[in-house]
């Protein structure tokens, strides 16, 4: 509908008092004058050095890259006739930063040769990933995007174990992929502006096969329209769009995202309109940001990277989108029992349990070293057991806190896609663990557990009052909650670039790692672990009628409002504990109970307790995988099970729309 009168001068004064403020902040920043050292003359040559080399080349690089991300999203949302999707939302951007860290640590010849070349193909590999898993479903909205996000969060898994085992290079990688755009000439400027030029002339000269994609795939191809060449073409164009202001300044998010449905608020309904109006609010967007951060800077640089602050916007930004977006899953299609129920779950959840008792054994005896493998006995395995024992026992119970807690969640929100990591409370509780790593000193492992907890919980009553509001179905709960993560994973970046003793502590979590843990620490986490089961027994009334809905549940009796905040505290808390140990990101909270599932068990009290005990095999085989795998190199234990649980998230997003239609 297009806007009345009195709307569209509204939508003008707006963009005029933006467009003002912008150009106040861009003076404040070239006013601003840093304390130099010497003489008057020289501190004048060195502020008028930096002026023409730093200040303005950043106000340009910062106009420029905007301009740039905007044009990339506007393009990506229009072929892919989805209006949640951008580089940072379809996974171009962590593909890119990906590409461009492996060869930075191991082929840093390749980055002199062409940076943007490699970034480019990192991210058009991740972005190729994503619409070939996502083909089944015709490139729905919210597949596409949960894979692509699935794809950034396992791509910055990865990124996170590579820097471990560079640290020299931590600092340096951070501070440029939370997107610094700092400049020491026109160069970063003057490459992203002549691949903005070419990119318009290129998106120009397409316009028409764009402004027939508003129409369906058959009605397209009726009025001559190569589908698959113009989708190639243009999401080829918006990648290397957007894998230029990569190469150059890091990952600036969700500039692509806010640009176009920016512009579409503001009166924007052509492709033509949108496609020249978004990157002009995509420059003006990067502008206030980065001049924000100048102007609030202080005498030892910026607070945080821009693009760590741009950021901190695109989890809320995409949850106000949310409720815009079409999904064609019908929300009860994917609730549906894959196996028939087993008559006596006990028995299948012993020998799970015999089969751990397995993977334990293997794990404390198998390993490498630098002949080839080797079977731990006698003495070498009494040398050996304070080693392994302590990070076999945290993986194991990690692992079953982590599967609880995704059966408890898939129990409250009747959503078989939820988990401690797709919903983002494992992000929240690593927020939880950041705020309290910078509001004391030296805090103790009590106080960084109350953090975790803390943030964990915020996050999970978020994510189930968000539900309850809106209606959310599956897979926009969980489009919802891998926001949520992002947003909190924007703020750990933004503590990452700051620097300091805690980014090492931060980073090793992030990735996920038991190396470090001690035979103190894998006895609490235990002791920990059998207190949060207990109760799982006492609960089983509430896990079978709480899902049934709020009406039946205060008709049979069951405290609806307590029930919830019971199970979402007892989730909460194993969440916070597993995560702080294991990290963020290893998925085995999705992974246990679909494997559980999968087995025939239903949702009585054997469901939590097989989900519980195959979350923790599968931490244990992940660790020991972890270890052995690349020796003498270790892989973090939550890293290596993301590689695993990503893809299974995405395979669960097409089983679901492949059987029921």
């Not at 950034?152 to 020299?168: P, Q, V």
């Not at 969440?575 to 246990?592: D, E, H, R």
Request: charged share 10%.
């Amino acid at each position: 509908m297009v806007l009345a009168t009195g709307g569209r001068r509204r939508v003008a004064w707006t963009w005029l008092g933006l467009c003002a403020l912008a150009g106040l902040l861009i003076l404040a920043a070239l006013l601003r004058r840093p304390d130099l050292p010497g003489d008057p003359e020289t501190v004048r040559r060195l502020q008028e050095a930096l002026l023409w080399h730093s200040a303005l080349p950043r106000i340009a690089t910062a106009l420029l890259a905007g301009a740039a991300l905007g044009l990339s999203g506007a393009l990506l949302q229009r072929v892919l006739r989805n209006p949640i999707a951008d580089p940072s939302t379809l996974g171009i951007a962590s593909g890119a930063q990906l590409a461009l860290t492996v060869c930075l640590v191991a082929a840093p010849g390749l980055l002199a040769w062409s940076r943007e070349g490699v970034a480019f193909a990192g991210g058009a590999a991740a972005v190729g990933l994503v619409i070939a898993m996502s083909w089944r479903r015709k490139l729905e909205p919210v597949s596409v995007v949960v894979a692509g996000m699935t794809i950034s969060l396992m791509a910055a898994a990865a990124s996170t174990a590579l820097i471990l085992a560079r640290g020299e290079y931590v600092l340096s990688v951070f501070i440029w992929g939370a997107g610094s755009l700092h400049q020491q000439s026109w160069d970063g400027a003057i490459v992203i502006g002549t691949r903005l030029a070419l990119g318009a002339l290129a998106a120009a000269a397409l316009m028409r096969p764009l402004t027939l994609l508003a129409v369906d795939d058959a009605s397209a191809r009726s009025l001559g329209v190569a589908l698959v060449a113009v989708r190639v073409l243009v999401i080829a164009l918006a990648v290397w769009l957007a894998a230029s202001v990569i190469a150059q300044v890091g990952i600036i998010g969700f500039v692509g995202l806010a640009a176009p449905a920016l512009a579409r608020i503001s009166g924007a309904r052509t492709p033509s309109q949108i496609l020249w109006r978004a990157p002009l609010v995509g420059a003006l967007l990067l502008s206030i940001a980065d001049s924000l951060i100048q102007v609030s800077a202080g005498s030892s640089g910026d607070l945080i990277p821009t693009g760590a602050a741009v950021g901190l916007l695109g989890g809320p930004l995409l949850l106000w989108l949310l409720p815009r977006v079409k999904t064609t899953t019908p929300p009860q299609a994917m609730l549906r029992a894959t196996t028939p129920r087993r008559a006596h779950p006990w028995r299948m959840v012993v020998m799970l349990l015999a089969g751990g008792l397995l993977i334990g054994l293997v794990t404390l005896t198998l390993g490498r070293n630098g002949q080839g493998w080797l079977l731990a006995q006698g003495d070498l395995f009494a040398d050996l057991l304070p080693f392994r024992a302590p990070r076999t026992l945290a993986a194991a119970a990690a692992g079953a806190l982590l599967g609880a807690a995704g059966a408890l969640m898939q129990r409250l929100t009747g959503n078989p896609l939820a988990g401690p990591e797709v919903l983002g409370v494992a992000a929240g509780a690593g927020v939880g663990i950041a705020v309290v790593i910078l509001l004391v000193d030296t805090p103790g492992t009590l106080l960084l557990m109350a953090g975790s907890a803390a943030g964990a919980l915020g996050a999970l009553v978020f994510i189930l009052l968000m539900g309850a509001r809106t209606g959310f179905g599956p897979e926009r709960m969980l489009l919802a909650g891998v926001a949520l993560g992002c947003l909190c994973l924007a703020i750990l970046s933004a503590v990452f670039a700051a620097g300091g003793w805690n980014t090492f502590l931060l980073l090793g979590w992030l990735a996920g790692s038991t190396d470090r843990v001690g035979g103190l620490e894998a006895l609490l986490l235990a002791g920990a672990t059998l207190l949060l089961l207990a109760p799982l027994p006492l609960l089983a009334r509430w896990l079978a009628i709480l899902p049934l809905g709020t009406p039946v549940s205060r008709a049979l009796g069951v405290p609806v409002v307590g029930g919830r905040l019971t199970l979402s505290l007892l989730a909460a808390l194993m969440t916070a504990i597993a995560a702080f140990f294991v990290g963020p990101l290893s998925l085995v909270g999705l992974l246990g109970p679909h494997i559980a599932r999968l087995l025939g068990f239903g949702g009585g009290v054997a469901f939590l307790f097989a989900s519980a005990v195959i979350g923790a095999d599968l931490l244990m085989l992940a660790d020991w995988l972890g270890r052995t795998i690349a020796f003498p190199y270790q892989i973090p234990v939550g890293f290596f099970a993301a590689l695993i649980g990503g893809p299974y998230l995405i395979f669960l997003l097409q089983r679901g729309d492949a059987r029921h239609g």
